[in-house]
């Protein structure tokens, strides 16, 4: 499905700051393996990068809610839409 989004400029170069430094502490996992480190501090790490992903799908479900379902519901095609936010957040939970 290829859906217009409303990120600015500024949502974007955080969302992709946030991925990054992400991406970093993936790397420094790997390392860490790699290096036979203790086995909490890798737990440590890597339930710091999966916080860090949560708040990344917290901060793009609040922007698409403010927007996307918003503008939906403004058109009366908010049923759908809610429908799918809720399919999502019910997904994102269980993880």
């Known amino acids: ?4 989004t409303h990120r ?4 974007k170069q955080d969302l992709n700051n946030r991925l990054k430094k992400i991406e970093g ?3 420094g996992l790997q390392k860490m ?3 036979d480190r203790y086995c909490i ?4 790490q890597i339930s710091a990068v999966s916080a860090g992903l949560k708040k990344v799908g917290f901060q793009l479900m609040e922007n698409h809610t403010h927007h ?3 503008d939906a519901i403004k058109s009366g095609d908010g049923e759908a839409s809610i429908d799918e936010l809720m399919k999502v957040i019910k997904q994102f939970s269980k993880s």
Do not use: G, N, T
């Not at 499905?1 to 217009?4: A, G, L, R």
């Not at 600015?8 to 949502?11: P, Q, R």
């Not at 501090?41 to 440590?44: A, Q, T």
């Open 68 to 70: 996307c379902v918003a």
């Open 1 to 4: 499905m290829d859906q217009k």
């Open 8 to 11: 600015c400029e500024s949502d």
């Open 41 to 44: 501090d890798v737990l440590v």
């Open 33 to 35: 393996i790699e290096e």
């Open 25 to 27: 502490q993936v790397r």
